[in-house]
């Protein structure tokens, strides 16, 4: 892997019993760069997202994450990146600053440095006015941006979103987009996962496509926007043309018959 590579991935598989959840993908992620990868539910993306982050062993392949074997130095690759999950991990009987703070303390933070980090991200993300009161009383809007202010109390240099804005109003999916922009124009580096095409068209400067466990495209999304004939200037088409299933669809493949639910 270059220094210019801030994930690297090479015959990935990992199967859970008969099922293959991810069946040889490689995928380069450059550094200081958001790489989107979009699929149908079941497609593998949250898996990926925990091999490369410590949290699953893959069943064979060579990963690589800033700069560090994910199989020899899971402990150094864990202190180079931050996580934001689909579920929010925060203490509901905990205080938003208290919540902060216990990031922190975990991370082994000055505790000066620490609560100046703390107070600046509760006002970056609109957070102050609640801040000493239980997130149990917050709204789910609110809660997301603080599970990914969680995230980046330890200033991580690259960051797994797995699917950050779901459930969020456009208001809160925004301000979301643009803490990311932030972080990239920072040098930090950022892996999404995501079903909302417009996200990704947003945000990242290049896209994979993941299906059935396997990347049947990847590109900047100009790129994928080209592979479908006609004048599509659609991720949405592209996503259809891809996969076979609306982006609007959720396929569930762990059903014992999958089946296409409209979401």
């Known amino acids: 892997m270059t220094t210019d590579t801030a994930i690297e991935v090479v015959g990935l598989h990992k199967a859970f019993g008969d099922h ?18 979009l699929g149908p539910n079941g497609a593998g993306k949250t898996t990926m997202v925990n091999i490369l982050s410590t949290l699953l062993t ?19 690759v864990r202190a180079a990146i931050g996580v934001t999950g689909q579920f929010s991990a925060i203490d509901l009987f905990l205080t938003g600053r208290e919540n902060l703070r216990l990031m922190a303390d975990l991370a082994h933070l000055d505790r000066a440095s620490a609560a100046r980090d703390v107070a600046a991200l509760l006002d970056r993300f609109d957070l102050a006015d609640a801040a000493d009161r239980r997130t149990l009383t917050w709204s789910g809007g609110m809660q997301r941006r603080l599970d990914l202010a969680m995230t980046l109390i330890t200033r991580p240099r690259l960051i797994f979103l797995d699917e950050p804005t779901t459930g969020l109003d456009p208001r809160s999916r925004r301000e979301v987009w643009q803490v990311v922009r932030e972080q990239v124009a920072d040098g930090v580096t950022v892996l999404l996962t995501t079903q909302y095409l417009e996200e990704a068209d947003a945000l990242a400067d290049r896209v994979g496509v993941l299906d059935a466990g396997k990347l049947v495209a990847e590109g900047t999304p100009a790129e994928l926007k ?18 076979g299933h609306p982006a609007d669809a959720a396929v569930d493949t762990d059903a014992t018959t999958p089946e296409v639910t409209a979401r």
């Not at 069943?59 to 800033?66: E, F, K, T």
């Open 58 to 76: 893959a069943d064979a392949g060579r990963l690589r994450v800033a700069g560090h074997d994910v199989r020899r130095a899971p402990s150094r």
């Open 20 to 37: 293959h959840v991810l069946d040889g993908v490689d995928l380069a992620v450059p550094a200081g760069s958001v790489y989107a990868l």
């Open 226 to 243: 080209a592979q479908v004939p006609g004048d599509s200037t659609s991720l949405d088409d592209v996503f259809l043309a891809l996969t």
